[in-house]
């Protein structure tokens, strides 16, 4: 799938099948996380791979705003160190994950954003660092590709050379 049809269609799911995610496709997925620029090239983050079902369980009730994470057969959780731009630096990588997974057809949406701290002890996470998010994967059951996202006008938010002047 072309870059700017995957940002186009891309949508987030919170229902998968259990259908597994074949590993080339879990390591593309955890290869563009990876490969994602960050600030000063100091890569402040960490990917814990998570495919174990009771463990998938676990963090579905640990994450208030995702228990569907419960029901994905592959979840990825990000871990930052506490720098200044590792928020922005592991966001960036997160949406390669998201966009890298959908060219392949297979689903996610972003969970938490911070909040997240129960999950550290599960995981074997050292307390110097914060858990930013759970990401779960999965082939959605309901396709939803076709649907219209949406967004406010271009005009109402695009602005040319200053604000308030519309961008064409």
Known sequence: ???????????????????????????????????????????????IVVEDPKVLKQLGGLARTGPYVADAPLAVVVVIEKTDFAVSDASRA???????????????????FFGLDEVKPALGIPGDLDVLAIIPFGY???????????????????HSGRFGTPFA
């Open 1 to 47: 799938m072309e870059v700017f049809e995957a940002v186009k269609t891309v949508l987030a799911t919170r229902s998968y099948l259990g259908t597994p995610i074949p590993p080339e496709i879990t390591r593309r997925i955890v290869d563009a996380a990876h490969l994602t620029a960050s600030s000063m090239n100091r890569q402040p983050w960490h990917f």
């Open 140 to 158: 959605p059951v309901v396709a939803k590709s076709g649907e219209k996202k949406k967004r406010k006008p271009l005009r109402e938010v695009v």
């Open 94 to 112: 997160i949406q390669s994950m998201i966009l890298t997974a959908w060219s392949s057809g297979v689903a996610s949406n972003w969970v938490g």
